[in-house]
């Protein structure tokens, strides 16, 4: 391993230790790290978790919870804040929308998180009580109806063989399950091709798609799954190493990762392959998956220009395989009961949240309609979906009821199951208060490396603003998703406008 990727763990044991970062601390980061301090100080200045703090009080600002009271819950936490000295504001999902609304106290780098709370929590906060549960994990029932994703496994599978897992994977039609829906077998024969005797397997755990929880919750009650699939990844492509890349904010889920791999080693399962756990930047643009390679690099996580991809030069130039968290999971399960089994059944993770009376992660099969994923959360009058998460499209039911779930079939309408977030929205719901949600978020977590996307994300922020406010634009929203779509480096601006522009096209004249 590069001494270069010492460097967040380093800034994050500083962090730990001391409550904040001193000009010192950069210094000696720098010296052990063998890098130029200015290198260093671009990365603690890029990422969040290492600017200093004093105690916050932070609403957790997601599309269901902009459905619902949010902007009365934001008014009662400033006017409690204020009698309180403390410094109010508001912080984008922590894959809490089936349990929120949320709420993040933080103090420098420690966090507590509260699920659900109300006006009369934050006054109990104010007068030095606790403002609802705390919300360290997601809760283990939030698994509805099990399925084999959900489930512990008693026995690990065996490798079978590269060419027999390949195979397997090519032949249960497994893609990618972060969003990108690629075929998964394409990239393990990529990076299997490559001669390098230097070789990496990379998990992308950081989940901070608003809607999205179900990567969360199998990092949390079912890691050792996930360890499995990317250690029978590992084996077929020639890799050496395997990072687990986990989201910053997920505490919990990082402590429940870093515990499998422990008892992983001990059982023997790694034998031949190192292992570690790595704690992400704390960047929405940590997902992708080359953004996520600079982050552990210790550079600031901007996503690079391809090719060449991660495939023939990933992490410190070396061929790697990137997968999300569901992928591996499900290449796990395939290498345990056969691709023939796997197809008879096609699984898939789906986060329902928001006007459902059951929400949680179902296991559905491939395929299945909307109207029937929505009944078996509880759905009785739903208007609207907004589907694939923030970056994807607000659908109209009950037109889209027999929509099936599956990767192809939403693709004719312009839309995507993405990570499989649903979140539901009833005939009571301000849809463009959603927007604005939505639009904020782009707006803040771009990296500001291309101008389309730095530009452009601020600016459709202002657009919805004005539209909700009266003050409509089409023409001006139009021109400005085309230039999101065409002119952005990656899938962070490129996705930015559509579920605006669904909401435009299928919703006009919904009332504001």
Not at 282 to 300: D, K, M, N
Not at 476 to 496: D, I, N, P, T, V
Request: proline letters at 7%; a negative charge.
């Amino acid at each position: 391993m590069n001494r270069r990727s010492l460097l967040l763990p380093l800034l994050d044991e500083v962090l730990e230790r001391r409550g904040g970062l001193e000009p010192a601390d950069v210094e000696g980061a720098a010296r052990a790290a063998g890098l130029p301090p200015a290198v260093v100080w671009e990365a603690a200045r890029f990422y969040p978790r290492y600017r200093a703090r004093d105690v916050r009080w932070l609403l957790v600002d997601e599309p269901v919870a902009r459905g619902r009271d949010f902007e009365k819950l934001l008014d009662a936490l400033e006017r409690a804040a204020g009698r309180a000295g403390v410094e109010p504001g508001t912080v984008f999902s922590y894959g809490l929308e089936a349990v929120g609304p949320a709420l993040v106290v933080e103090s420098g780098p420690e966090r507590r998180v509260y699920a659900p709370v109300s006006a009369a929590g934050i006054e109990r906060l104010a007068a030095g009580g606790e403002p609802g549960p705390e919300a360290g994990l997601l809760p283990r029932e939030l698994a509805r109806g099990g399925g084999w994703l959900l489930e512990e496994v008693a026995e690990l599978p065996a490798f079978p063989g590269a060419d027999e897992l390949i195979g397997a994977v090519r032949q249960a039609g497994l893609r990618g399950l972060g969003g990108a829906l690629f075929p998964t077998w394409r990239k393990l024969e990529a990076v299997r091709a490559q001669a390098s005797e230097v070789k990496y397997v990379v998990v992308n755990g950081d989940e901070s798609e608003p809607g999205n929880f179900k990567d969360r919750w199998l990092m949390e009650h079912n890691p050792r799954l996930v360890w499995a699939g990317a250690a029978l990844a590992a084996r077929a492509v020639g890799a050496g190493e395997i990072i687990f890349y986990v989201r910053g904010e997920y505490a919990g889920a990082l402590e429940r990762v870093e515990a499998a791999r422990a008892e992983l080693e001990e059982e023997g399962y790694f034998d031949g392959l190192k292992t570690q756990t790595f704690r992400g930047g704390g960047l929405y643009i940590c997902g992708e998956e080359s953004a996520l390679l600079e982050s552990i690099e210790g550079r600031r996580a901007e996503p690079r220009l391809k090719p060449p991809y991660p495939a023939e030069a990933g992490l410190f130039g070396r061929p790697t395989l990137v997968q999300n968290v569901e992928t591996l999971a499900h290449l796990a399960l395939i290498a345990a009961r056969g691709a023939a089994a796997y197809r008879e059944r096609v699984p898939k993770l789906f986060s329902i949240s928001g006007d459902v009376a059951r929400p949680g992660v179902y296991e559905l099969p491939l395929g299945t309609p909307l109207a029937a994923a929505l009944e078996r959360a509880g759905a009785e009058k739903p208007r609207a979906v907004l589907m694939g998460g923030a970056a994807g499209t607000f659908v109209k039911l009950p037109e889209s009821a027999e929509l099936p779930l599956d990767y192809d079939a939403p693709r004719a309408g312009g839309d995507s199951i993405g990570p499989g977030a649903l979140m539901v929205f009833d005939e009571t719901r301000d849809l463009w208060a959603v927007a604005e949600g939505v639009a904020a978020f782009f707006a803040h977590e771009s990296c500001g490396k291309c101008f389309p996307c730095s530009l452009g994300t601020p600016h459709l922020h202002r657009l919805v603003w004005n539209w909700r406010r009266g003050e409509p634009k089409r023409e001006l929203l139009e021109e400005l998703f085309l230039a999101l779509e065409r002119g952005s480096l990656c899938g962070l601006g490129q996705a930015a406008p559509w579920a605006v522009r669904s909401l435009l096209e299928r919703f006009e004249g919904v009332a504001r």
